[in-house]
């Protein structure tokens, strides 16, 4: 240390005069250190000074105290086994002592708190822990939109981490709420439970309703009724009741238990509680809403699907839809059987294709066929069907789209032939398949419906002879690509030959073995709709077994074949 002379004027004050440090002064820095300074000496391990910090830390540690004797057990094991540091409790204090050697006779122990970082380290992992749960959370809650998948998950996770028990209580519905227990030694449970009960847990209902949760401390815990946590488990010693927020409304209450007379929910335990339920919440209010728009798709998917195909008398009926979105089920292909009707004995069956696909093509195929339904209860003809049809759509308010479609009445002739009066507008003419392989289009062609004021309809007349057959199919047989190349199109050309080698095969059969050809060429990736539907005159049983069975040879039979290759056109 160095003292500052004086100069004369104009001159620099220069450091030349050494100071040495008195013992006072070293005692006073000593004295002032803010660490805890201990002293010692090394002969016989006593206190010689201990600073401020030292006796307000270990109060009963004075100067001339013997180390071995200290109020610090840690701190006495220290010096006996001549440790450089160590690290105890005292006093609820977290302190931590460091030894360093001073001179062959003396050492000093400086000892600091540590208890503020402990806090703040603990804290730190309390954090991360909830943090932790809570991305757990969110990550199991989200990776299903099943309710109950739901309400099972969030019971899971509330044990784990929140509670002993709990249970979740969705919205009632029809008088009874659904809810799901999860309970000490038992797996979840799943019940409904009569909306008047709902009343009998404190504060259920005012958390189903969506007001702020009650805290724990002022729900009496002891008014829980038995139903609520049966079992072993003990009495409830702390009850909490959160609500679940939901899109707008609540999606239900978790109620949470811990057991035992000194049970009890901190306010850091309510509030990650609060944030837990708003994640479990969003979740089931999530997968209430997909099941809500599931159910409402169904109902409409109902009325949208092809129908159940009558068990005609007389002919036989077989459909085939495809929608190009495996998912949705629905598209713009349709077709529709409509049975006799007032004083009409024949059956009028219908296949069309509405431009596009997809949820709007299936919205304007439903009013298409509640139209014709309508149409057949007033036993129009097919052009007549096809023409109004044709108005109601030009009428319409909504984006322009039009149909093709082809509408047929089916009626039974003698010899168990079956006749077909056909009307198209627009739309692929239908294929015969006669009984002898040949494959014939019918004559019948029209306008697009939908398009234009005035429009054309050509219909014609087929007769299906015993074991032949009637093909009416959507274009998107046709146009499905694939093939080597993976772009070209099916074709007429190749369904005209699919069909003719189905000579001889049921319905049902024939319209499978189509489909599954047109499958195979695309490749199972479909990009348009597809809709089949054949009527099929039925083989006629031989009377007896004369002549192995074969056909009679009859000039009536003979003459009655030849008036089957008739096919009749109108103007």
């Excluded at 006996?80 to 000093?108: K, T």
């Excluded at 703040?120 to 990550?139: H, K, N, P």
Aim: proline share 7%.
């Amino acid at each position: 240390m160095t003292a500052r002379t004086p100069a004369g004027a104009g001159e620099p004050l220069t450091a030349t005069v050494p100071v040495t440090p008195t013992p006072a002064l070293l005692g006073a820095v000593f004295e002032a250190a803010t660490e805890a300074m201990l002293l010692c000496s090394a002969d016989d391990h006593r206190v010689l000074m201990a600073n401020a910090a030292a006796r307000r830390l270990l109060p009963g540690l004075l100067p001339h105290h013997d180390l071995a004797t200290a109020p610090l057990p840690a701190l006495s094991r220290a010096t006996a086994e001549n440790a450089d540091s160590f690290r105890a409790e005292h006093d609820g204090r977290c302190v931590y002592g460091m030894r360093r050697e001073l001179d062959d006779r003396h050492y000093a122990w400086f000892v600091r708190d540590h208890t503020d970082e402990r806090e703040r380290e603990a804290a730190l992992e309390v954090e991360r822990s909830r943090t932790a749960f809570l991305a757990e959370a969110g990550r199991r809650l989200s990776a299903s939109l099943n309710v109950q998948r739901c309400a099972r998950t969030t019971v899971e996770l509330a044990v784990a981490h929140l509670a002993d028990a709990a249970v979740v209580v969705q919205p009632a519905s029809h008088r009874q709420s659904a809810w799901t227990r999860l309970v000490p030694g038992k797996a979840v449970e799943t019940d409904a439970l009569r909306e008047k009960r709902l009343a009998e847990v404190p504060g259920l209902l005012e958390a189903l309703g969506g007001f702020p949760p009650i805290p724990s401390r002022w729900i009496d815990a002891g008014q829980a009724p038995a139903w609520l946590f049966p079992g072993d488990a003990g009495p409830v010693g702390a009850l909490l009741v959160v609500p679940l927020p939901g899109n707008a409304e609540p999606a239900g209450a978790l109620i949470l238990a811990r057991f035992g007379a000194g049970a009890a929910f901190t306010g850091e335990d309510e509030l990650l509680a609060r944030v837990f339920a708003a994640r479990a919440g969003a979740a089931i209010s999530a997968a209430m809403l997909y099941r809500e728009q599931v159910d409402t798709t169904a109902v409409l998917q109902a009325d949208l699907l092809p129908p159940e195909l009558p068990a005609a008398e007389g002919f036989e009926l077989t459909g085939s839809y495809q929608a190009a979105r495996e998912a949705l089920r629905i598209g713009g292909d349709f077709y529709d059987v409509f049975g006799p009707a007032g004083d009409s004995t024949d059956t009028v069956i219908a296949l069309g294709d509405v431009c596009g696909s997809g949820p709007e093509a299936a919205v304007l195929t439903g009013k298409v066929r509640q139209t014709l339904r309508a149409l057949r209860l007033m036993q129009a003809a097919p052009e007549a069907m096809l023409k109004v049809l044709n108005e109601a759509l030009l009428q319409s308010s909504r984006q322009h789209r039009f149909v093709t479609m082809v509408i047929g009445s089916i009626t039974r002739i003698d010899h168990g032939r079956v006749r077909l009066h056909l009307a198209s507008g627009g739309h692929p003419a239908p294929l015969v398949l006669r009984g002898d392989g040949t494959v014939e289009e019918v004559p019948t062609s029209g306008t697009l419906i939908g398009v234009m004021r005035r429009t054309v309809v050509r219909p014609a007349s087929v007769d299906l002879a015993p074991g032949e057959l009637c093909l009416l199919y959507s274009d998107g047989l046709t146009e499905a690509r694939g093939g080597p190349t993976g772009t070209e199109q099916y074709g007429e050309a190749r369904l005209h030959q699919a069909l003719a080698e189905c000579q001889g095969l049921p319905g049902a059969a024939t319209v499978e073995r189509i489909r599954q050809l047109v499958s195979d060429w695309a490749r199972g990736g479909n990009q348009d709709d597809i809709a089949m539907l054949a009527v099929r005159a039925p083989s006629r049983t031989p009377l007896s077994l004369r002549g192995g069975g074969k056909p009679a040879t009859s000039p009536y039979v003979i003459a009655a074949r030849l008036g089957d290759r008739r096919t009749r056109a109108h103007s």
